[in-house]
C-alpha cells in the first residue's frame, strides 16, 4: 500500500520534472532538480527501518552524487587495551562533530567522478568525511587511526555507507536511488544534497531537508521519559507493581 | 512483528522478547530465583545499551518480585522486621550503586565493571552451590547426615545495635543485615539484578536465618531495592524502557508457572545441582568475551 502511494508520488514528480525541462530545457544548461518521496521518517512502533526514494532529472552530461546527512554530534570513541590479561578501555576520545548518520549514492564510483580535492571539499564519501580531532589531542598518524575506528563503527551500526550505492538512471536525464535508513536512525534534521558533476568539477547542487523524528506513543514515552523523569520513573514503579499483583492473582487461580 | 522500544532506541521483535521472558521466567520458577542476572546479560548480547539492560531489568524485578512476595506473604515466609532492615541497608546501597554507575559510565568504565561483577559473583555463587548439592547429594548416598550445631558464636555476635527478629530466631546485631542489605543494593544497582542469587545464601550462611523464611524476606526487600534503582536510573539517566519491562513481564510470568510446574518434579539438589551449573555457564561465557580479542579495539562511546 506504502508502496503503491510512493510509485504514484514518485511518477507524478517525474511527470512534473519531465514538463518543465521540457519547456526550459534549453534555458536551463546544468540544471539539476530533484525531490524526496517523503521529507518526514516518521518512528512508529512499528518502524524497523524504511526507505527513502530520491529522484530527479539534469539536464545535459554529468555524474549524479547523493549524500544524506544526519545532524552533526560530539562523538566519543573508545580504545581497548589488555589489561592483566583482560580487555578494558583504555583511551578515549572525542569528536567535536561527526554526522549521525551519512549514506552516499553516485552514478560512478567516486573516484572516478571527481578528484580527492573536490570530494573532500563537499565531503562526498565516507573517506571524505572531516572527522577531525583537535591536533594538540592526537598525532596525524594516531587521528587517522581513531578516524578510521569512528567510520568502522558507524558502518557496523548501519549508520554509515559502506560504498556509494548505484544511482540508476532511466534514459540520459532521469535518475532515481532508494536510500536505507535503518531501524536505529538517529533523530533529528537531514540533509539529502544531490550534487551534479561534469569532469570532476560540483556544477550545481540541490539540498532538500529530511526529519527523522519519532512519533505517536513512542515519542510521547520518550519525551516523557526526558521531561518528567521523577514522575516516569514513579509511573515504571507503579506499572511493575500492578503487572506483579496481576500475575499473582493469574498464578492463584492456576 | 517488529517493535521499536523507545527508550533503548532499536528495533526488536515482539515474540524474541517475549520469548527470552518465557525461558528466564522458566528458569526462575523451577528454580526459584529471580533471574535477573540471566536477563540483564542476554539483554545486553541482543544489543540492548547495557545502561538500558540495567535500568529496565530492575524494572521488571519489581513485579516479579512482587507476584513471589504475595504467595509467601500467604504462608507467613516474610520477616518483615529483618526484611526492613535489610531494605533500609539495600535503599542506601544501590542509591550509593546508581551514582557509581553514572561516574563509571562516564569514565567508559561501567562496561567492563558490569562483566567483571558477573564474572566474580557468579563464578563463587555459582561454585560453592555446586560443591554444595555434589556433597549433599552424596551425603544422601551415604546416609550417613552429620549433625550441625543449631547455632555458632563467632565475632559477629559481638556488634552492637543487637536487635531481636522473632519469626527468623535469631537476635544479632542490626548491622549485619544492614551490611548485606547494603552490599547486595550496590550490587543490584551495577549489574541490574535483583541480588537474590548473593542475598538468599548471605542469609543463610552469614546471618544464619531459617531457610523457609529466606526467599519471602529475600523478595520482600528486593521490591524496594529494585524500585529505588527504577526510580534513581530513570530519574538520573533516562535509562528504563517501560515497553521493553512490560514484554519481558509477560514474557515471565507465562514461563514461570511452567517452571514452578517443573520444578515440583525435581529434587532439591538436583535444581540447585543443575543452577549451579547453569551459572557457571554464564560466567564463563562473559569470562570469555573479557579474554577474547575484540572484533575492533576501537568502540563508539557516548554519542551526545
Known sequence: MAGRIICARHALGLAVLLSVIG??????????????????????????????????????QGDVVVVVRGPDRPVTMRRKGRVLGIWANTAQMTFERAPS??????????????????????????????????????????????????????????????????????????????????????????????????????????????FVSKVGAEAYIYDFAVRHSAYYGLIAIAIALMAGWLAHLAFRKA | MQIYLPIAEMSVNVFLLLGMGGAIGFLSGLFGVGGGFLMTPLLIFIGVPPAVAVGTEANQIVASSVSGVLAHWRRGNVDLKMGTVLMVGGFAGSTLGVVLFKVLRSLGQIDLVISLSY?????????LMLVESLRSIRRRK??????????QHTWIHGLPLKMRFRRSKLYISALMPFGVGFLVGILAAIMGVGG???????MIYLLGMPTSVVIGTSLFQIIFVTANVTFLQAYANQTVDVVLALLLLTGAVIGAQFGARAGARLQGEQLRGLLAVMVLLVCAKLFFDLLVTPEDIYTLGVVH
Do not use: C
Request: hydrophobic share 50%; no cysteine.
Open chain 2, 196 to 202: 537474590g542469587f548473593i542475598m538468599v545464601p548471605a
Open chain 1, 101 to 210: 548518520f551519512y549514506a552516499v549514492a553516485s552514478s560512478r564510483p567516486l573516484q572516478e567522478v571527481a578528484p580527492p580535492s573536490v570530494l573532500a571539499r563537499h565531503e562526498l564519501g565516507v573517506g571524505a568525511l572531516r572527522l577531525e580531532l583537535a591536533p594538540a589531542k592526537a598525532s596525524p598518524n594516531v587521528a587517522k587511526e581513531w578516524r578510521s575506528g569512528l567510520i568502522r563503527n558507524f558502518q557496523r551500526a548501519g549508520l554509515y555507507s559502506r560504498e556509494e550505492r548505484p544511482i540508476t538512471f532511466l534514459g540520459n536525464r532521469l535518475f532515481r536511488v532508494e536510500l536505507h535508513l535503518p531501524a536505529n536512525v538517529p533523530t533529528g534534521a537531514y540533509q539529502a544534497v544531490t550534487y551534479l558533476l561534469r569532469d570532476g568539477e560540483v556544477l550545481s547542487a540541490q539540498t532538500m531537508p529530511l
Open chain 2, 119 to 127: 564474572v566474580i559473583f557468579l563464578g563463587i555463587i555459582g561454585a
Open chain 2, 142 to 151: 551415604a546416609a550417613a547426615a552429620q549433625r550441625r550445631k543449631l547455632h
Open chain 1, 23 to 60: 519547456v526550459h530545457g534549453g534555458a536551463w544548461a546544468d540544471s539539476l532538480v530533484a525531490d524526496l518521496s517523503q521529507r518526514l521518517v516518521a518512528i512508529t512502533t512499528g518502524f524497523a527501518g524504511t526507505n527513502v526514494l530520491l529522484f530527479g532529472a539534469v539536464d545535459g
